[in-house]
């Protein structure tokens, strides 16, 4: 792989070439590629300023995968944290066009186009719109892999893409819920024939019923990931309901993500209904089901019995993430002791993420032998559960997950002043402290 010379040092994943071997070549007319055998590249925006000459260098006719980069370090961001439209609408996509389709590399296959997300929020993705870039990701008929999750397409591109006959994975953005539709059906039509992986911004995760029900689309699809925007209400139960009766989906779907944006550490407005034991009844009936992840502006309301039984209802579950990182006015009706009978429906589980309550007396139970362990869970996000000691849970969650090797929890503000205006965070923040202790005495390595 060749990467960016003027790249920020965190993106650059190989050596880059030396400016003066640049400007050495460059010097040359025409300018023709110089390393013609290259497949992978990864560049940073800023090398397609000033003409593009390095990009024009290096990008070939045989060129198969280009990795493009935006950071927050770029000189014309400066300190900002947020990275807004009108920023990115400044980088020079023109050029960006330009250079790739003048060098019409042919079997280009990957396009890989990273931009920083705001730290405002959590699961918000900052998306924008450019004409060149929407007209460049339609260049390419054998493009398998895109990613422009920051890319604001509309519905022709969103029909263009639909067709391309080998595309398997996708990340885009669509905020006006207008361009999502496909065109009238025409017969043995089959829309996103090849796609396997899609990941969609849309704005409202809920918009995303009426593309399922077209016929003849997503019919090889096995993992969708959704993410909704900031301060968009959201009922996802008949998106579940959509897919339960897509007969494809419920044969292949293996991994279903469903995120909104939610401002961290302001009180819940709850614009998404509880996520309860019917909201997920429709996922029982998918097959191949593993992974499932929620991650929505709402409450889990589930206790230990309906936990359970969700267990038996996705028996195959490898990956379980219920709920997000904020406080919660109510103590979780889900208990350390009550994830057992969960856990022993699902014997593949290595990742769950779920707040719990921690406060009950487990005093006796660590090391009596009681209970079963869970070797093949690996990871056990706790948000910032209730709890009562530290030392008991470590104890605890040691002989029930004899291989955990991560611990997770929310972050939480360790200021005065802060939690003197948000007294939420002050019960959160001690919460937090407490889980820490419990990393420590696990000897698990810090977040």
Same mark, same amino acid.
């Given at each position: 792989m060749i990467s960016s010379p003027s790249a920020p040092a965190s993106i650059v994943r190989h050596n880059p070439l030396p400016p003066t071997i640049v400007r050495l070549f460059g010097n040359r007319q025409p300018i023709n590629p110089?390393?013609?055998?290259?497949?992978?590249?990864?560049?940073?925006?800023?090398?397609?300023? $000033?003409? @593009?000459?390095?990009?024009?260098l290096i990008i070939n006719p045989y060129l198969?995968?280009?990795?493009?980069?935006? @950071?927050?370090?770029?000189?014309?961001?400066?300190?900002?944290? $947020?990275?807004?439209?009108?920023?990115?609408?400044?980088?020079?996509?023109? $050029?960006?066009?330009?250079?790739?389709?003048?060098?019409?590399?042919?079997?280009?296959?990957?396009?890989?186009? $990273?931009?920083?997300?705001s730290l405002a929020t959590r699961n918000e993705v900052v998306a924008f719109e450019s004409v060149h870039l929407s007209r460049l990701i339609t260049t390419f008929h054998h493009i398998q892999k895109l990613n422009a999750l920051s890319l604001q397409i509309d519905r022709v591109i969103f029909v263009s893409?639909?067709?391309?006959?080998?595309?398997?994975?996708?990340?885009?953005?669509?905020?006006?819920? /207008?361009?999502?539709?496909?065109?009238?059906?025409?017969?043995?039509? @089959?829309f996103f024939p090849q796609l396997k992986d899609l990941d969609l911004h849309i704005g409202n995760v809920g918009t995303f019923v009426q593309v399922l029900c077209t016929e003849g689309a997503f019919q090889r699809l096995s993992s969708l990931k959704l993410r909704g925007s900031v301060e968009a209400t959201t009922d996802i139960f008949p998106l579940f309901c959509a897919i339960q /009766?897509?007969? @494809?989906?419920?044969?292949?779907l293996e991994s279903l993500t469903v995120l909104t944006a939610y401002q961290t550490y302001e009180p819940s407005q709850c614009l998404v209904p509880p996520i309860n034991y019917s909201m997920l009844e429709p996922l029982f009936s998918l097959r191949r089901f593993r992974v499932l992840i929620i991650e929505v502006d709402g409450i889990v309301d589930l206790d230990n019995a309906t936990l359970a039984r969700i267990g038996v209802g996705l028996p195959h579950l490898e990956v379980l993430a219920l709920g997000v990182e904020r406080p919660q006015p109510t103590k979780p009706r889900i208990t350390l002791t009550g994830l057992i009978p969960f856990l022993s429906s699902c014997p593949c589980l290595r990742s769950l993420s779920l707040r719990v309550d921690a406060t009950e007396n487990i005093s006796e139970l660590s090391g009596s032998g009681s209970f079963p362990s869970f070797p093949n869970l690996v990871e056990f996000g706790c948000s910032a559960s209730p709890i009562r000691s530290s030392q008991e849970v470590a104890n605890f969650l040691r002989s029930l997950f004899p291989a955990v090797t991560r611990l997770s929890y929310c972050r939480a503000y360790d200021d005065e002043a802060w939690t003197r205006d948000h007294p939420a965070e002050t019960v959160q923040l001690e919460e937090v402290r407490k889980w820490k202790v419990v990393q420590r005495l696990m000897n698990i390595m810090p977040n």
């Open positions: 110089f390393l013609p055998l290259v497949r992978d590249i990864s560049l940073h925006v800023n090398d397609f300023r $000033d003409g @593009a000459l390095y990009p024009s198969q995968r280009i990795h493009i980069s935006l @950071a927050k370090t770029c000189s014309y961001i400066g300190s900002k944290t $947020d990275i807004d439209s009108t920023l990115l609408s400044g980088c020079p996509w023109e $050029d960006v066009e330009r250079v790739l389709t003048s060098t019409k590399p042919r079997y280009l296959r990957e396009i890989f186009m $990273d931009v920083c997300l893409l639909s067709m391309l006959p080998e595309l398997d994975y996708l990340a885009i953005s669509i905020l006006d819920e /207008k361009h999502l539709h496909f065109p009238e059906l025409v017969e043995d039509l @089959a /009766k897509h007969a @494809a989906l419920s044969q292949n």
